[in-house]
């Protein structure tokens, strides 16, 4: 029973460049979540998932964000024209629409804008 | 709106010892669930305890029991004979009712540190 996988676990870049990180949830769960988590703090939603369909987007999602999950399986989170205060770790979790509906973090892909 | 508020940034206990680690929470809805996550410096956010809102008993789960006060709007987390493994930033999380897509709102944390 493989967990929640994100990729790259560390990124990079330059200011203005474009990143996009993937997230593959645990296989039979239908909805995956995207969270941000700066220094210090707890994660704050960014947007949700069930299945293909993107169901909620935070404010905190600005326009230069852009997440998809095109089968229903894995999603990737694109950032464009990064800024340096876009640097931060975000993380993926997945869940089942039965039971407690607990979410199963990934590891987070930590994002360093220069 | 949501909120989850946790006072203590930082505790330390001694091994074999029992924590509290404190939270409380506001909102207006009456269906809700409160969680416990524990994330250590590798990052990942590891799932502890649940309580649901209309749960009569305080959820336990191994040595994580978690104090549920509604009236009070209070979800502590107590950890019973804490081991050198439980160092680690503690958050404590809501979820609001059905339908609303089980998004979680986290507090800031508390940082907890064994020491022998």
């Known amino acids: 029973d493989t967990g929640v996988s994100q990729n790259p676990r560390h990124k990079i870049t330059k200011r203005g460049q474009n990143v996009t990180f993937r997230c593959d949830p645990i296989?039979?769960?239908?909805?995956l979540y995207w969270y941000r988590q700066t220094l210090g703090q707890g994660p704050e939603f960014l947007t949700y998932?069930?299945?293909?369909?993107?169901?909620?987007k935070s404010r905190l999602l600005s326009d230069r964000f852009s997440a998809e999950r095109p089968k229903g399986s894995f999603s990737t989170l694109e950032i464009q024209r990064t800024e340096q205060g876009d640097s931060a770790m975000y993380l993926c979790?997945?869940?089942?629409?039965?039971?407690?509906?607990?979410?199963?973090f990934g590891s987070g892909t930590q994002l360093s804008v220069l | 709106a949501q909120k989850i508020t946790q006072t203590q940034p930082g505790m330390f206990v001694q091994e074999k010892e029992a924590v509290t680690l404190d939270c409380t929470y506001d909102?207006?809805?009456?269906?809700?669930?409160l969680f416990w996550y524990k994330q250590p410096s590798s990052g990942e956010m590891i799932f502890l305890i649940y309580?649901?809102?209309?749960?009569?008993q305080n959820a336990t789960e191994g040595r994580y029991s978690l104090n549920f006060q509604k009236a009070r709007k209070s979800a502590n987390l107590v950890i019973s004979a804490s081991q050198l493994g439980d160092s680690a930033m503690y958050f404590c999380?809501?979820?609001?009712?059905?339908?609303?897509?089980?998004?979680?709102?986290f507090g800031t944390g508390t940082q907890l540190k064994v020491e022998l």
């Open positions: 979790a997945s869940s089942s629409l039965e039971g407690q509906e607990k979410l199963f």
């Open positions: 296989s039979e769960h239908n909805r």
């Open positions: 998932f069930q299945n293909e369909a993107q169901l909620e």
């Open positions: 909102t207006s809805d009456q269906s809700y669930g």
């Open positions: 309580q649901g809102s209309y749960d009569e």
């Open positions: 999380a809501m979820r609001g009712p059905p339908g609303g897509g089980n998004k979680l709102t």
